[in-house]
């Protein structure tokens, strides 16, 4: 018999194939018992979206009903219960009729003492569980107990619901490590998420104590996960967060806001992770399509985040990468198994974050990641490994320690600057103990200037809130001569463009303006003279984007080369006519044709170089060309890194289009190729092979 569904009252119902012995004698009229099992059908993912591995995995703790099909209400429901950790249920009815029945099963958790969750269709009031029932036995006499067998609810027939409720009820078990137990009745938590009701965002309600979910979100586990993080800082946790839009690739966000949305991502993966799932460093959001491979939207990686390329502690991504490290390990069900990153050494307990949310930040005000990091070295706690910490943080540019010219918070402590215009790097931290914990920070530097010469004195590059104020002091290191805050309104380096009255010796100082935080970090840059002209082009640095090029400035004469001669922000402008994405240094052979490229497939006997691989009309390639990265480094002065394959490996060559040939590695098994720095980044690039083949690849 195949499996059936239809429709009742708006619940989806599906109803397995149910065998019943045959040839037996109708027994007197008795309690009976009602058995059987559900399971839901999940789906995995990974950092491509849903990998197309859609295992069988049980409803566990949902009520049971053992229903009368010819009543309505609760008069039709005989029995309940629950499932347990298998999905399995066995009921005893208390009956003495002869009656049509079936089972359903119910997200929701009445008959579960200390669970106190459910979830809930977003249409209409948002008070209508899901439910999902078994084919209806018809004439059923009391006594006769029934095995109403496996139930599976599929994609799309209710198995979006169940998974919700099993994600929540993964949560609630992992929250039971941290406060004894199961949360109580007074924070009970629902899931409020429908298919095609028009919602298109998720969020958590605090004043419903309810997480509500986009329409597409129903096997989205790390999104109920992260929303469900919500609700564990509202109930148990400290929070400054003034809310807003965020999204993983906003580097510059409320630091309030960018930590309490990184630890929520961190705690719905940890989720995952104490639960032992793989891939538990990767959060994905889906576009929630049908049932296979694919549908993603966004992913990210907690451990060690490629993607955003984001600097400091404004950065949710930063955040997560930051709580993640502290706690995972080689061990962890990531990725990676059996590694972890060369900069993070620790792996610590949950209990060790936990406590210092719990138990030290209670009471604080403006909560960021500074407030974590500081109570995480306060006592009682005291929780230690500074330089293992300072190591995680800084990879990712949260500078939570003294940098190199420290102390020089007097003028008697300034520090010597060059004054040729080059950057000095500073944070906002004072820690002469060590001891990890910061306090305020401020910044003097000596400037010897020459009387009637201008200077330009700047700070830029300001990371994790580092918000400047930037004074120039008269010799007595103490009388400001000039002053400026934020350098525009939307802009909150600072400038100041100063002439000398006399030839002595002056003080720069640089303070953290009164913002959110007082850490931070910022370069400093003082050229004399006013801006230079390092390369006599006739423009200074205010305007020319490579002053050490005389042929680089304003005004000057394109070409295509992968660098902007012209510096209007724009990599060989004008050699991309057919706007094909490719220039005609970049390999495109035909500017005037868009439909040849190095991107395209060679057309048969058309007489056209299709593909720009120099021959035509050429049988398909030999060798299959497989770019695994394609990479430029911001953070590493502009570098591009691209690695591929090839199935003839090592016996061709690959070569990236307009830049050089790659270095076969037998380490590492991959062809490679990294540019010198200052490399702009081409967008795309594309690998050819000497046996044929080639492959392109966006630049990420």
Same mark, same amino acid.
């Given at each position: 018999?195949?499996?059936?569904?239809?429709?009742?009252?708006?619940?989806?119902?599906?109803?397995?194939?149910?065998?019943?012995a045959a040839g037996v004698a109708t027994p007197a009229l008795?309690?009976?018992?009602?058995?059987?099992?559900?399971?839901?059908?999940?789906?995995?993912?990974?950092?491509?979206?849903?990998?197309?591995?859609?295992?069988?995995?049980?409803?566990?703790?949902?009520?049971?009903?053992?229903?009368?099909?010819?009543?309505?209400?609760?008069?039709?429901?005989?029995?309940?219960?629950?499932?347990?950790?298998?999905?399995?249920?066995?009921?005893?009815?208390?009956?003495?009729?002869?009656?049509?029945?079936?089972?359903?099963?119910?997200?929701?958790?009445?008959?579960?003492?200390?669970?106190?969750?459910?979830?809930?269709?977003?249409?209409?009031?948002?008070?209508?569980?899901?439910?999902?029932?078994?084919?209806?036995?018809?004439?059923?006499?009391?006594?006769?107990?029934?095995?109403?067998?496996?139930?599976?609810?599929?994609?799309?027939?209710?198995?979006?619901?169940?998974?919700?409720?099993?994600?929540?009820?993964?949560?609630?078990?992992?929250?039971?490590?941290?406060?004894?137990?199961?949360?109580?009745?007074?924070?009970?938590?629902?899931?409020?998420?429908?298919?095609?009701?028009?919602?298109?965002?998720?969020?958590?309600?605090?004043?419903?104590?309810?997480?509500?979910?986009?329409?597409?979100?129903?096997?989205?586990?790390?999104?109920?996960?992260? @929303?469900?993080?919500?609700?564990?800082?509202?109930?148990?946790?400290?929070?400054?967060?003034?809310?807003?839009?965020?999204?993983?690739?906003?580097?510059?966000?409320?630091?309030?806001?960018?930590?309490?949305?990184?630890?929520?991502?961190?705690?719905?993966?940890?989720?995952?992770?104490?639960?032992?799932?793989?891939?538990?460093?990767?959060?994905?959001?889906?576009?929630?399509?049908?049932?296979?491979?694919?549908?993603?939207?966004?992913?990210?990686?907690?451990?060690?985040?490629?993607?955003?390329?984001?600097?400091?502690?404004?950065?949710?991504?930063?955040?997560?990468?930051?709580?993640?490290?502290?706690?995972?390990?080689?061990?962890?069900?990531?990725?990676?198994?059996?590694?972890?990153?060369?900069?993070?050494?620790?792996?610590?307990?949950?209990?060790?974050?936990?406590?210092?949310?719990?138990?030290?930040?209670?009471?604080?005000?403006?909560?960021?990641?500074?407030?974590?990091?500081?109570?995480?070295?306060?006592?009682?706690?005291?929780?230690?490994f500074r330089s293992e910490l300072i190591a995680i943080a800084?990879?990712?540019?949260?500078?939570?320690?003294?940098?190199?010219?420290?102390?020089?918070?007097?003028?008697?402590?300034?520090?010597?600057?060059?004054?040729?215009g080059s950057l000095v790097h500073n944070t906002f931290f004072?820690?002469?103990?060590?001891?990890?914990?910061?306090?305020?920070?401020?910044?003097?530097? %000596?400037?010897?200037?020459?009387?009637?010469?201008?200077?330009?004195?700047?700070?830029?590059?300001? %990371?994790?809130?580092?918000?400047?104020?930037?004074?120039?002091?008269?010799?007595?290191?103490?009388?400001?001569?000039?002053?400026?805050? =934020?350098?525009?309104?939307?802009?909150?380096?600072?400038?100041?463009?100063?002439?000398?009255?006399?030839?002595?010796?002056?003080?720069?100082?640089?303070?953290?303006?009164?913002?959110?935080?007082?850490?931070?970090?910022?370069?400093?840059?003082?050229?004399?003279?006013?801006?230079?002209?390092?390369?006599?082009?006739?423009?200074?640095?205010?305007?020319?984007?490579?002053?050490?090029?005389?042929?680089?400035?304003?005004?000057?004469?394109?070409?295509?080369?992968?660098?902007?001669?012209?510096?209007?922000?724009?990599?060989?402008?004008?050699? =991309?006519?057919?706007?094909?994405?490719?220039?005609?240094?970049?390999?495109?052979?035909?500017?005037?044709?868009?439909?040849?490229?190095?991107?395209?497939? @060679?057309?048969?006997?058309?007489?056209?170089?299709?593909?720009?691989?120099?021959?035509?009309?050429?049988?398909?390639?030999?060798?299959?060309?497989?770019?695994?990265?394609?990479?430029?480094?911001?953070?590493?002065?502009?570098?591009?890194?691209?690695?591929?394959?090839?199935?003839? @490996?090592?016996?061709?060559?690959?070569?990236?289009?307009?830049?050089?040939?790659?270095?076969?590695?037998?380490?590492?098994?991959?062809?490679?190729?990294?540019?010198?720095?200052?490399?702009?980044?081409?967008?795309?690039?594309?690998?050819?092979?000497?046996?044929?083949?080639?492959?392109?690849?966006?630049?990420?």
């Amino acid at each position: 018999m195949t499996l059936m569904t239809r429709t009742v009252r708006g619940v989806l119902r599906t109803l397995p194939m149910l065998l019943l012995a045959a040839g037996v004698a109708t027994p007197a009229l008795a309690d009976w018992t009602a058995s059987g099992t559900f399971q839901y059908v999940d789906r995995e993912f990974d950092q491509t979206g849903f990998t197309g591995t859609e295992p069988f995995l049980p409803v566990r703790l949902a009520d049971i009903e053992i229903v009368d099909a010819a009543l309505n209400g609760k008069k039709a429901i005989l029995a309940t219960g629950a499932t347990d950790q298998n999905g399995a249920y066995s009921i005893v009815v208390r009956d003495r009729k002869t009656r049509d029945v079936y089972v359903r099963v119910v997200t929701s958790s009445e008959s579960t003492p200390d669970l106190f969750i459910d979830v809930r269709d977003s249409n209409t009031n948002q008070h209508k569980k899901y439910a999902v029932a078994t084919n209806t036995i018809t004439g059923h006499a009391s006594g006769m107990d029934i095995n109403f067998g496996t139930a599976t609810i599929g994609i799309g027939q209710g198995g979006e619901a169940f998974n919700l409720y099993d994600q929540v009820l993964r949560g609630m078990d992992y929250l039971a490590t941290f406060i004894d137990g199961r949360p109580g009745s007074d924070e009970a938590l629902a899931v409020v998420w429908g298919i095609n009701n028009g919602v298109g965002g998720s969020s958590y309600s605090i004043g419903s104590t309810a997480i509500l979910l986009r329409d597409t979100a129903g096997y989205d586990d790390t999104v109920v996960l992260h @929303e469900m993080g919500h609700h564990v800082v509202w109930q148990y946790l400290a929070s400054s967060s003034p809310g807003g839009a965020h999204t993983f690739s906003w580097c510059d966000l409320d630091l309030r806001l960018a930590f309490q949305e990184g630890w929520v991502t961190y705690w719905g993966n940890s989720v995952l992770r104490y639960h032992d799932l793989p891939r538990s460093n990767i959060y994905v959001r889906s576009n929630g399509g049908a049932a296979g491979p694919g549908s993603l939207v966004r992913w990210a990686d907690l451990e060690d985040d490629q993607q955003y390329l984001c600097s400091g502690s404004t950065s949710e991504v930063n955040v997560f990468t930051v709580l993640w490290d502290i706690a995972d390990g080689p061990t962890t069900t990531d990725t990676t198994p059996g590694e972890d990153d060369d900069h993070d050494l620790l792996d610590l307990p949950d209990e060790e974050l936990w406590e210092v949310m719990a138990t030290q930040m209670g009471g604080k005000f403006n909560i960021s990641l500074e407030t974590f990091w500081d109570e995480w070295f306060n006592p009682p706690l005291q929780n230690g490994f500074r330089s293992e910490l300072i190591a995680i943080a800084d990879h990712v540019l949260i500078e939570y320690h003294e940098d190199e010219l420290e102390a020089n918070d007097t003028a008697t402590e300034a520090s010597f600057v060059p004054l040729d215009g080059s950057l000095v790097h500073n944070t906002f931290f004072s820690d002469p103990e060590l001891d990890g914990e910061g306090a305020a920070d401020s910044d003097l530097f %000596l400037l010897q200037a020459s009387g009637g010469v201008q200077y330009v004195v700047e700070t830029t590059n300001l %990371l994790s809130d580092g918000n400047t104020i930037l004074q120039i002091l008269d010799s007595d290191g103490v009388t400001p001569l000039a002053t400026n805050d =934020d350098r525009s309104a939307s802009d909150p380096s600072s400038l100041v463009i100063w002439v000398a009255p006399r030839s002595d010796t002056f003080y720069v100082r640089v303070t953290h303006a009164t913002d959110v935080g007082i850490y931070g970090s910022y370069d400093l840059r003082i050229a004399g003279a006013g801006p230079v002209d390092n390369d006599g082009d006739g423009f200074d640095t205010t305007t020319d984007c490579n002053d050490d090029d005389i042929d680089i400035h304003p005004g000057a004469i394109e070409t295509c080369d992968g660098v902007d001669q012209d510096c209007d922000g724009a990599v060989d402008n004008g050699f =991309d006519v057919d706007g094909d994405g490719y220039t005609t240094c970049g390999g495109d052979c035909d500017d005037d044709d868009a439909d040849v490229n190095p991107g395209m497939a @060679e057309v048969p006997d058309n007489d056209i170089d299709d593909n720009c691989d120099g021959t035509i009309d050429e049988v398909a390639p030999s060798d299959t060309v497989t770019i695994t990265q394609a990479t430029w480094k911001k953070k590493k002065r502009g570098q591009l890194i691209v690695e591929a394959n090839s199935d003839q @490996e090592p016996d061709v060559t690959l070569t990236v289009v307009g830049f050089d040939v790659m270095i076969w590695n037998p380490d590492t098994g991959k062809y490679t190729y990294t540019s010198p720095a200052r490399t702009p980044n081409p967008g795309s690039v594309t690998v050819t092979s000497s046996g044929g083949g080639s492959d392109t690849a966006p630049v990420e």
